[in-house]
């Protein structure tokens, strides 16, 4: 009895401080309006949404290293929308996670048919598929110079209220609720039956499969749905730099976003934002260094393999399940 | 008695091995079928046609009179015959009580969108779960380890804790791949009772095992496999008497007492 309630004591302070957190990043952009820090943020929001909406498919036991490549999908498809079909950008952002998520469903039929490391093996040339197509059509695409002066995105609010996203704090806040709702959903997707199946489709998937759970249905979920975030963070990137090319969606992009996984923590969507927080700004503060930029990040992936095979959130939790013990029996005597 | 589970000509071929051949064999609701046979005579892998973990190279599986051949071992357990693994039994790294929550999502499951909503229909749900959950517990005398990690529970905790997963989609029909294998006397009979006593609520089970006296006593019927071949079909009574099972498991020059 006890127990219960000062276990939701706890919940709620955790609640607070996320809450805190979200409030203060919402003002971040007023309190300091230095591009160059707005920059590395908008950028480490642009990972989150792709290393969580990968982690989404990893959970249920597939790696795929085709997330860079939806990226893409999505990048291209509102670039088109936009440019040539004039698209106002609000449809052109869901347009372009939709693109991708069909294009998952349709490849996801086939590809998640495969086990183990030849799932791994044809989404990685699928990914490069994806790429060469973009390289190799210049009539649409812009072939390997891909696509110069995307307009930065114009909504209108209400008729007579257009807002254009052109400087970096404007972009800050697209990018910040894209990604808020991003891992809302997410969020809820794992505390929902659905992420409980997940768990059980990627631990013992026989197991699963003979307690009537319909495991490829459950992969062919997280596949579309987290190819549907990397579409939207496509177009998100896309927009921001307004400039694509195959090069920014290549197999590396996927790589960074594994290892974000694994120096993280794959056990929830936390892992992977921790894992966004500290790499991504790595390169940034290190620009003499840009060429060891891979020798960088697989330093960090061994050494955290060797010393913290469960990621970040491995000694971060036990610091946590500690606070919490403490804070539990404090309460008791009290 | 009605037949609810009725195979035919079923035949499984790897490479130059007949695995099961030709085997034809009914299940009548509400009894214990007992599977036996020498190693390698091909009892596990009937279990496997039967359950589609790979589909048979001839032959057809009747359940309730319908043919269930190719499909998928999702919708053959949701239809209500399920098995359980003579190895993974378990979600390992889960704890008990999160076990038997797990067995019991793919039945419950009310969709995609309903579930991403937690609409009224799904938290009423979980707690029906949550329940049952804790019934079940009770009821394989499992509560104690409610918090343990599967994987830390003793071996005999675990199979029944399999038994127990096995149970929570409400079969009809459940399947158990040698559920006492390596089991201590105590332990065994903290099984053969949990099965006796689930299949006194009306429940069919099909249990494929070694241990010839667990088999004997427990089974209405046993049927008999040598080479993937059927070789008997009867009452224990007379199992024990059939020559060509004493052949199989004694070899031929064996004097018959």
């Not at chain 1, 505390?191 to 768990?199: C, F, N, Q, T």
């Amino acid at each position: 009895m006890l127990m219960n309630k000062t276990s939701i004591g706890f919940s709620k302070i955790q609640t607070l401080a996320v809450w805190m957190l979200v409030v203060f990043l919402f003002f971040l952009p007023v309190l300091s309006s230095d591009e160059f820090y707005l920059n590395i943020v908008i950028s480490i929001y642009l990972q989150i949404i792709l290393a969580v909406s990968l982690n989404l498919i990893i959970k249920t036991g597939k790696l795929s290293f085709a997330h860079a490549a939806f990226m893409g999908i999505g990048g291209y498809t509102s670039a088109m929308l936009v440019m040539r079909l004039k698209l106002p950008f609000v449809l052109c952002l869901p347009l372009s996670g939709v693109m991708a998520a069909a294009i998952a469903y349709v490849v996801g039929r086939v590809l998640l048919k495969l086990e183990g490391v030849y799932f791994v093996l044809v989404t990685f040339a699928f990914g490069e598929v994806v790429r060469l197509f973009f390289v190799n059509l210049v009539v649409p695409f812009g072939g390997p110079t891909g696509i110069t002066n995307i307009p930065a995105p114009v909504i209108t609010f209400f008729p007579g209220y257009t807002m254009t996203f052109l400087s970096k704090a404007s972009y800050y806040y697209l990018v910040f609720i894209v990604m808020l709702m991003t891992l809302l959903i997410i969020r809820r997707i794992y505390r929902s039956a659905i992420g409980k199946i997940m768990d059980c489709t990627r631990e013992t998937e026989h197991l699963a499969e003979f307690t009537a759970i319909d495991t490829f249905q459950c992969k062919m979920f997280a596949f579309v749905v987290g190819s549907f975030f990397a579409g939207l963070a496509g177009s998100l990137y896309a927009h921001y730099y307004r400039y694509i090319s195959p090069e920014s969606f290549t197999f590396w992009e996927t790589v960074n976003l594994v290892i974000i996984n694994v120096v993280g923590g794959m056990g929830g969507i936390l892992g992977p934002i921790l894992g966004a927080i500290f790499l991504v700004p790595l390169p940034e503060f290190l620009r003499g260094f840009v060429e060891y930029q891979r020798v960088l990040y697989g330093l960090v992936l061994i050494l955290t393999l060797c010393f913290m095979p469960a990621g970040m959130l491995g000694p971060l939790g036990r610091i946590a399940s500690r606070l919490k013990s403490k804070y539990m029996t404090k309460e008791g005597i009290e | 008695m009605t037949v609810v589970l009725q195979t035919e000509g079923l035949s499984k071929r790897f490479g130059g091995l007949m695995a099961v051949n030709n085997v034809a064999f009914s299940v009548q609701r509400g009894e214990i079928l007992g599977i036996i046979g020498p190693n390698g005579a091909g009892k596990t892998t009937l279990l496997n046609l039967i359950s589609n973990r790979y589909p048979p190279n001839t032959g057809t599986i009747l359940y309730n009179g319908k043919s269930i051949v190719g499909y998928p071992p999702n919708r053959i357990a949701k239809m209500g015959l399920v098995r359980t693994y003579q190895s993974t039994v378990s979600y390992s790294g889960a704890t008990v009580w999160e076990n038997m929550i797990r067995a019991q999502l793919g039945y419950s499951f009310l969709g995609l969108w309903s579930e991403f909503l937690m609409t009224k229909a799904v938290r009423e749900k979980s707690r029906i779960q949550n329940e049952k959950a804790g019934s079940l517990l009770r009821f394989f005398g499992l509560d104690a380890f409610k918090d343990s990690e599967a994987r830390s529970l003793p071996y005999g905790y675990q199979k029944l804790l399999g038994l127990a997963i096995g149970f929570a989609g409400d079969p009809q029909i459940l399947m158990l791949d040698e559920p006492a294998a390596g089991l201590n006397l105590d332990e065994r009979t903290r099984l053969t009772n949990a099965i006796r006593t689930i299949n006194g609520k009306g429940l069919t089970v099909i249990l494929v095992e070694h241990d010839m006296k667990l088999v004997m006593g427990l089974c209405h019927r046993v049927l008999v496999l040598n080479y993937g071949q059927k070789i008997a079909m009867d009452v224990p009574a007379n199992i024990q008497r059939d020559e060509e099972v004493i052949k199989a498991y004694l070899g031929v020059d064996h004097e018959l007492a």
